[in-house]
C-alpha cells in the first residue's frame, strides 16, 4: 500500500520548527529559514572540525573558538543575515571556514545584478525586481539591493570577465574568416571588435579595442591583441570588412597584400544607392545584385563596369565608388564559394547582429564617464551575443571555403618565389 504523505504528517527537524510553522502562509519565507539555518548548521560543523566540541578537549585542532559574529550572504540578488561562527588560530589569525568561503566564492550577488542590468533592468528597478514590494521577504537598508551596490558589483565583475575574455588564447581556435567592425559610442568614441568563424561554422568574439575615430591605428591595435593571443597571421584566411580603407591597409600590411578581402555588400549596395536619384534605385539594385549572384567573377566584373559606365553621365563619383571597389566586392567569387556560402559570406551580418546587441545592453546607459566604462560594457553586451550565436548557414560548405584559402595561399606564395628568384640571380 502506498504511503500517503502530507505536510502535517511529516517530522520536521528540531531547528526547522520554525520553518515549518511557516510553510502554510509563506513559501519564500519557508525556503529562506530553512536555507539560513541549514547554512548555519553547516558553519557549526566546519568550527566543530576545527577547534573541537563546544566546551571540549581535542588533542589535534586548529584554534579554538572566537564567538560568532552576524554576516550577509546573497539570496535572491540581495543579502540576508546569517550567524557565522568564528575561530582563531593559535598564532591569533582569523582562520576561514569552508563553507563560509564556498558561499561567498559563488558571487550571486554580482551575477543577478550583471545578469539583470544586462536584460536592461535599471539600477533604480534592481531592488523590485529581486524583492516584491508585497512579498514576505522585503527589501531592507543594506541588503545590496540599492542602485550603488548594484552598480558597484557589475563594475566589478564585468571587468573582471572582460579581462579574462581579452587575454584568452586564440590559437586553439580553428579560424578561418574574421569579421572587423566599428561601433560609435558618443560623439568621440569608437570601438573597433573583431568576431571569428571557424571551422564548424560557430562563431566567437575575439576582441575589442577603443580609439578616438576608425583609424589605421586603432585596426592595427586590434590586430596586434589577436596576434599576441596565438592568431598566426601566416595562415591565410577571409578577412570580411564594412569597407573602411584603415581596415584593409592594415590587414594587407599585417597579413600579407594578398590576403582575400571581401567587402561588404549589403554596405556598398546601400552607399551607392543613397547617392543616386530614386528613379535608378531599383535598376542599379538589381544590376548589382545580378553581378554578385554569377559564379564567374569576371563576368560579374565586366556587369559592375557597365554599370559605372551607365551612370557615369549622371553621377561620375558614383560610378568611379563602383569601379574603385569591384576588386574586393567580388573575393567571394574569385574563390569560388558555393552560392549558399557566398551569400553568408559576402556581408557583415554576423558582426552587425552582435553589435545590435551590443546597442540593446547598452541602451539604459545616459552618460558614458570613460572609455573604460564604454569597454566593460560593449564586451559585455558581446559575450551576451555570443549565448544566442547560431552556426552559419552554409556551414557544411565551409571545407570549399578551406581547400579555396589554400589554393590562394600556394598560388600567390609561388608567385612571390618565382619574382624573387630573378632578383637573387
Do not use: Y
Not at 545590496?144 to 571587468?159: C, E, I, N, Y
Amino acid at each position: 500500500m502506498r504511503n500517503i504523505t502530507t505536510l502535517s504528517a511529516m517530522t520536521p527537524m528540531p531547528g526547522l520548527e520554525a520553518a515549518w510553522q511557516d510553510v502554510n502562509g509563506s513559501f519564500e519565507r519557508f525556503c529562506l529559514t530553512a536555507g539560513i539555518d541549514a547554512m548555519e548548521r553547516m558553519l557549526c560543523e566546519d568550527a566543530q572540525r576545527l577547534a573541537g566540541p563546544r566546551h571540549g578537549r581535542m588533542a589535534e585542532r586548529a584554534g579554538h573558538r572566537w564567538g560568532a559574529t552576524k554576516c550577509k550572504i546573497g539570496f535572491q540578488g540581495g543579502k540576508v543575515a546569517v550567524r557565522r561562527p568564528r575561530v582563531r588560530s593559535h598564532a591569533g589569525h582569523e582562520v576561514q571556514l569552508p563553507t563560509w568561503q564556498a558561499a561567498r566564492a559563488e558571487d550571486w550577488l554580482g551575477r543577478w545584478a550583471m545578469n539583470l542590468m544586462l536584460i536592461n533592468v535599471s539600477t533604480r528597478k534592481l531592488k523590485r525586481a529581486v524583492r516584491l514590494p508585497e512579498g514576505d521577504v522585503p527589501a531592507t537598508a543594506g541588503d545590496g539591493t540599492s542602485k550603488s551596490a548594484a552598480s558597484r558589483r557589475f563594475v566589478a565583475l564585468s571587468a573582471e570577465r572582460m579581462a579574462e575574455w581579452m587575454a584568452a588564447d586564440l590559437s586553439r581556435l580553428d579560424l578561418l574568416v574574421i569579421q572587423i567592425d566599428g561601433l560609435h559610442i558618443g560623439h568621440d568614441l569608437v570601438l573597433v571588435g573583431a568576431l571569428g568563424i571557424d571551422g564548424e561554422g560557430n562563431k566567437h568574439p575575439l576582441g575589442l579595442v577603443e580609439g578616438a575615430t576608425e583609424n589605421a591605428a586603432v585596426v592595427q591595435a586590434l590586430i596586434d591583441n589577436l596576434i599576441e593571443r596565438g592568431l598566426d597571421p601566416k595562415v591565410c584566411r577571409l578577412f570580411i570588412v564594412d569597407g573602411a580603407k584603415a581596415l584593409t591597409k592594415v590587414i594587407r600590411s599585417t597579413f600579407g597584400r594578398h590576403t582575400p578581402i571581401q567587402r561588404c555588400q549589403i554596405h556598398k549596395a546601400r552607399n551607392v544607392i543613397e547617392r543616386l536619384p530614386k528613379p535608378l534605385h531599383a535598376s542599379v539594385r538589381k544590376a548589382l545584385r545580378q553581378a554578385w549572384e554569377l559564379d564567374d567573377a569576371d563576368k560579374a566584373e565586366r556587369l559592375l563596369r557597365n554599370l559605372a559606365r551607365r551612370l557615369e553621365p549622371e553621377a561620375p563619383g558614383v560610378a568611379a565608388s563602383i569601379l574603385e571597389g569591384r576588386d574586393e566586392m567580388l573575393t567571394v567569387n574569385r574563390l569560388g564559394l558555393p552560392t549558399q556560402l557566398r551569400r553568408s559570406l559576402a556581408c557583415t551580418n554576423s558582426i552587425e547582429n552582435m553589435m545590435g546587441t551590443v546597442r540593446r545592453v547598452c541602451r539604459n546607459v545616459k552618460r558614458w564617464r570613460n572609455a573604460a566604462m564604454a569597454l566593460r560594457w560593449t564586451a559585455a553586451g558581446m559575450m551576451e551575443a555570443a549565448k544566442g550565436f547560431r552556426r552559419l548557414k552554409a556551414h557544411k560548405q565551409l571545407p570549399t571555403l578551406r581547400a579555396a584559402l589554400a589554393a590562394h595561399q600556394a598560388k600567390h606564395t609561388t608567385r612571390h618565389r618565382l619574382e624573387e628568384d630573378p632578383k637573387a640571380a
